[in-house]
């Protein structure tokens, strides 16, 4: 999963590292320096970004993307970001899909060529206080 990150260049240079991932369950990290803003936070971009980044990831973990659903990406359509409070240090992101809902997607997308989901993760920060918290709508879908 490292690779993924590398393979978006931009989350590359901000430092997110992934530190869990297993079907069903993604948590990334996203360290202070280079995403600190001029008021000495973390930069509201970033947080975002390491947030958006879980739906990825936990589709690449979750769905067999070269097997039964090879051709099919990961997308997402839609996604809102609620800011809670100024984060400081590493911030810590984590998303997750249920069972029956992995299955519901994956029955989808075989069944008409894409299979939407909602996702919501929750950013804190090193004290464990919630900093963010996103809701976004994804696609496994097929490509061509």
């Known amino acids: 999963m490292e690779a993924l990150v590398g393979s978006v260049p931009i989350l590359a240079a901000m430092g997110i590292r992934v530190v869990?991932?297993?079907p069903g369950?993604?948590?990334?990290?996203?360290p202070p320096e280079p995403n600190v803003n001029h008021f000495g936070v973390t930069y509201a971009g970033s947080l975002f970004s390491v947030a958006e980044m879980l739906g990825g990831v936990l589709c690449l973990a979750t769905f067999d993307l070269e097997g039964e659903l090879a051709g099919f990406v990961p997308l997402v359509k839609e996604s809102t970001i609620r800011f809670r409070r100024p984060a400081m240090g590493v911030v810590r992101a984590e998303a997750?899909?249920?069972?029956?809902?992995v299955a519901r997607v994956r029955d989808d997308a075989l069944a008409t060529g894409k299979g939407e989901f909602v996702l919501e993760a929750t950013l804190t920060d090193a004290g464990g206080e919630v900093v963010a918290?996103?809701?976004?709508?994804?696609?496994v879908r097929r490509l061509g």
Request: hydrophobic residues 35%; charged residues 25%; without cysteine.
């Open 20 to 22: 869990e991932v297993v």
């Open 133 to 139: 918290s996103t809701v976004g709508t994804y696609q």
């Open 96 to 101: 997750s899909m249920s069972h029956d809902e």
């Open 25 to 30: 369950r993604a948590v990334a990290e996203l």
